[in-house]
């Protein structure tokens, strides 16, 4: 008997073919998003990203705060009724 014809054997064929794609999904997927030091550092650029942005927003209000004090800017806002 050949093993081509044996349906245990195509069976086994089929599976380890099957095992192989998955096992090189999972490669893939853990390579993208298993590796906690790369998620870590992600995370850590975001939080310096925030950061700095905060930072200019203070910088923002500092500037505006000189501004509107030196040129007697108003910030209320007038409607039309008082015009």
């Keep these: ?3 081509t014809s044996d349906p245990c054997s195509q069976h086994e064929e089929i ?4 095992a192989a794609e998955l096992e090189a999904d999972a ?3 853990q390579g ?3 590796n906690p030091v790369t998620a870590l550092s992600g995370m850590a650029r975001l939080r310096a990203e925030n950061e700095a942005l ?3 927003v203070v910088s923002l209000e500092t500037q505006w705060e000189f501004l509107r004090t030196t040129l007697g800017v108003s910030t209320t806002i007038c409607s039309r009724d008082s015009i």
Excluded: A, I, V
């Design 32 to 34: 993208t998003h298993g």
């Design 27 to 29: 490669d893939d997927l």
């Design 54 to 56: 905060r930072n200019q």
């Design 1 to 3: 008997m050949s093993t």
């Design 15 to 18: 599976f380890k073919q099957s």
